[in-house]
């Protein structure tokens, strides 16, 4: 049986995952042990982490409650990290995959919970050497995380397109916007939670496939977006790592703001039809990003993602005014509006160098504030 740790709704916080790279070719580099040896000898009080393979490291905010708290603290935690990293002539970098590193060349980390998934993952524990942001948001009961996690199902075609940064995968150009979701498919237990319509029905599902023995805890479902019990919140994973903490934070606030209008409205209701082109969005998300197209199966309505997440900010302005999010969205709009992701702005930076050494150089100076 889970127990739901009841938090304060719209409480939020973020993880990001950020890559390792040499400032010599900028390819990744096995440096995340060395990296929090110098980190851990200033007391930060920070949540500053290894992650699966030793070229990547997890920062995570703190919880918040105002967006521009939440900058503040990345700010400070990258002043940190730059410092750590400059020391060891290392880089970090934003984006959801690397663009020219081989996953035969990754090391797992050495912890307990990380080579037990290499053990039953193989080869698909390297190739999970890519890098997202986290988004959590509060919720009060378990039965109000399950609504909000149906509901926001039908937005996560915008955080996708929003957080786009893995155009570059293997040294070649994926022709997606975000590859960094493709590697996650592989795994069995991907994609959307099933249609529970409230905890308890969450708790049942969870004991079967326990006593099934397919699941351990929550950590073994790899779903887009899920309830997190431990920590009170509803978690949405399927945003690439954006190239600046900036970005990262209106992510948050957007998530923020669409879950207060779902809590304010509480007559709508989630309906299981939602599923029925949720691939089919996501996939146009990864694919296309703004360009891509969005089918609402309720009323069976075709629009572009553009326009879709335009409308949407249309429909929250009332509530960011409330929230204090405006200046978030509004960061937000104007990216959507000029019609470039990160992803777009990768592939500029590689037409004009030619090189995608050049490529995570720029987009390391980016995260790392340069």
Same mark, same amino acid.
Do not use: N
């Given at each position: 049986m889970l127990e739901f740790n009841n938090s304060t709704p719209l409480t939020m916080g973020v993880e990001l995952e950020l890559q390792i790279v040499n400032r010599r070719d900028y390819n990744l580099t096995r440096g995340s042990s060395d990296l929090l040896v110098i980190i851990d000898k200033t007391d930060h009080g920070y949540d500053i982490k290894p992650e699966i393979t030793e070229s990547m490291i997890e920062i995570a /905010?703190?919880?918040?409650? @105002?967006?521009?708290?939440?900058? =503040?603290e990345l700010t400070a935690m990258r002043t940190l990290l730059v410092s750590a990293a400059d020391k060891l002539n290392l880089g970090l970098a934003g984006g959801g995959a690397h663009p020219f590193q081989h996953w035969e060349d990754q090391r797992i980390y050495p912890t307990d919970r990380y080579r037990l998934v290499s053990e039953l993952y193989g080869y698909l524990a390297k190739?999970? /050497?890519?890098?997202?942001?986290? *988004?959590? *948001?509060g919720c009060a009961t378990g039965d109000e995380a399950i609504r909000l996690a149906h509901m926001l199902a !039908?937005?996560? #075609?915008? +955080?996708i397109t929003l957080?786009?940064?893995? #155009? &570059?995968?293997?040294?070649?150009? /994926? /022709?997606f916007q975000s590859s960094r979701l493709t590697s996650i498919n592989a795994f069995p237990l991907?994609?959307?939670? #099933? +249609?529970?319509?409230?905890? @308890?029905? &969450?708790n049942a599902y969870f004991d079967?496939?326990?006593?099934? %023995? *397919?699941?351990?805890?929550?950590?073994? +479902?790899y779903w887009d977006i899920r309830p997190? #019990?431990?920590?009170?919140t509803v978690e949405i994973r399927v945003c690439d790592t954006p190239l600046s903490i900036e970005v990262a934070v209106a992510l948050a606030g957007y998530a923020q703001t669409l879950s207060k209008f779902f809590f304010a409205q509480q007559e709508l209701k989630p309906a299981q039809d939602t599923y029925l082109t949720y691939s089919y969005n996501r996939f146009q998300a990864c694919r296309f990003g703004m360009n891509g197209t969005i089918i609402n199966p309720i009323n069976g309505t075709q629009t572009s993602i553009k326009e879709d997440i335009l409308q949407t900010f249309d429909m929250l302005a009332d509530i960011a005014q409330e929230l204090g999010t405006t200046e978030a969205i509004e960061l937000l709009r104007q990216r959507i509006q000029a019609g470039q992701s990160d =992803? @777009?702005?990768? !592939?500029?930076?590689?037409?004009?160098? %030619?090189?995608?050494? @050049?490529?995570? !150089?720029?987009?390391? =100076?980016?995260?790392? =504030? !340069?």
């Open positions: /905010t703190s919880v918040h409650t @105002d967006h521009k708290e939440m900058l =503040a190739q999970f /050497t890519v890098y997202g942001q986290h *988004i959590h *948001i !039908r937005y996560i #075609p915008h +955080f957080s786009a940064s893995s #155009p &570059f995968y293997q040294g070649v150009d /994926t /022709t991907s994609g959307y939670m #099933p +249609f529970v319509t409230d905890w @308890d029905a &969450f079967k496939m326990s006593s099934l %023995g *397919i699941v351990a805890s929550m950590k073994d +479902f997190k #019990p431990e920590y009170g =992803a @777009d702005w990768l !592939r500029a930076c590689y037409e004009k160098s %030619g090189s995608l050494s @050049d490529v995570v !150089r720029q987009q390391s =100076a980016v995260w790392m =504030a !340069r």
